[in-house]
């Protein structure tokens, strides 16, 4: 409430100085000042403990999905902003960001968001949005994996539309160069030092064989293997990972710790032990981000520290806000 006082007094003040000041506000896309924490104190002050118990629920059924959860997030901030765009199905208006090269196949968790809308709906109606649900359900995710807890920025409000073409264009491949990543961070306004933490997801979850193959067989276009690889690791991963087929078959992100928030996947890198390209260039192909990745890898509290601030950051990337966008009573598709 603070927060929001002074957000309403500077406010006032820059009115006061400048009346143009609130078109350059709205104009401007970082608008994070509008989220606040305790925006459903009153109108629904269970909401953040029933996501929490949903999604602890959801975890004791399946411990991957923490890592599918928070996957969402990402996928969901970098399209249109944190809206849960990438939450809509697809109907006669509305082309699904769920048949994205990205998300296909590969994007999951969306049952454990309806369980979490559908007890939202019966304890306060109406009233806390989809987007939101998804910025607290990565939260949670990582806290009980062991992760650092972070106070959620909330009030986002829901999209009317979807957008496949930005799901296939913004978010960076598997296989891009750390340049492409880099440039895909910095355009939803995201740094260098985010890109490094928040890769630090991989500390959890799971990957497809597809989407490591060229690694295995291919790197260069010569028919060899990636030589940032670790051969005795390459070797294991050509065993569930053939040349053709088996594109589906699942791996460990982070072998070491698998179900853990913790980081071992920094640590990995450092040896060659990085499952996805993206992954391994971050120590391969940059001093800067080499030298984040040694950090991290030596320091697990600056790691998770630093994530929990790099999670604010990407979970408030164009949200809508106010009278923008609705509260979408099913997530997966808008009101009438
Ligand atoms: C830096 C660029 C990134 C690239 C290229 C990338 C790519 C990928 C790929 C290819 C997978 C495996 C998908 C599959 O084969 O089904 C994956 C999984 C995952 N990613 Fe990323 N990712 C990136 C950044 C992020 C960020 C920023 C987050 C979250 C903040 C994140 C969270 C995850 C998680 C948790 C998983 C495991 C999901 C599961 O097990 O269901 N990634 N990522
Ligand atoms: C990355 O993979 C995609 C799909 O597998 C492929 O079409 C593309 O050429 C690859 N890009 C690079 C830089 O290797
Ligand atoms: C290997 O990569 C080159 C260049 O990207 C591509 O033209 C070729 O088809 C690939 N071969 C296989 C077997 O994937």
């Excluded at 603070?2 to 608008?31: E, G, H, I, K, Q």
Aim: hydrophobic share 40%; aromatic share 8%; proline share 4%.
């Amino acid at each position: 409430m603070a927060r929001m006082r002074l957000v309403v007094a500077t406010l006032a003040l820059a009115l006061m100085v400048n009346p143009s000041f609130l078109n350059s506000m709205v104009d401007s896309s970082n608008v994070a000042e509008f989220l606040y924490p305790e925006f459903y104190q009153c109108s629904c002050p269970n909401a953040a403990e029933i996501v929490r118990s949903v999604v602890a629920k959801a975890m004791a059924r399946e411990a991957r999905m923490a890592a599918s959860l928070l996957r969402l997030n990402f996928h969901d901030c970098f399209v249109q902003g944190c809206d849960a765009s990438l939450l809509l199905d697809s109907t006669d208006k509305i082309v699904s960001e769920k048949g994205s090269k990205p998300n296909k196949n590969s994007a999951r968790g969306f049952e454990v968001i309806d369980e979490i809308k559908m007890a939202l709906e019966k304890e306060c109606p109406r009233t806390v949005s989809c987007a939101d649900i998804i910025a607290l359900a990565a939260r949670d995710s990582t806290v009980l994996s062991g992760g650092r807890n972070w106070e959620v920025p909330l009030g986002r409000k829901d999209s009317h539309g979807a957008s496949l073409k930005e799901s296939n264009n913004n978010i960076p491949a598997p296989n891009s160069t750390l340049k492409t990543i880099i440039a895909k961070f910095k355009r939803q306004g995201l740094s260098e030092v985010d890109v490094v933490a928040l890769s630090g997801s991989h500390t959890i979850g799971m990957s497809r064989c597809v989407s490591f193959r060229q690694r295995l067989y291919n790197q260069t276009g010569n028919h060899q293997p990636d030589r940032t690889l670790d051969s005795h690791y390459a070797s294991f991963l050509r065993t569930g990972c053939p040349k053709s087929g088996s594109d589906q078959n699942l791996f460990l992100l982070d072998f070491e710790t698998p179900a853990k928030f913790d980081n071992f996947y920094f640590k990995n890198l450092l040896t060659n032990n990085g499952l996805l390209n993206s992954d391994e260039v971050l120590f391969t192909q940059s001093e800067f981000t080499k030298g984040l990745v040694k950090l991290y890898a030596e320091n697990n509290e600056i790691f998770l520290d630093q994530f929990a601030k790099s999670m604010v950051r990407m979970s408030t990337v164009k949200p809508l806000t106010g009278d923008k966008g609705e509260v979408r009573e099913n997530c997966r598709f808008n009101n009438h």
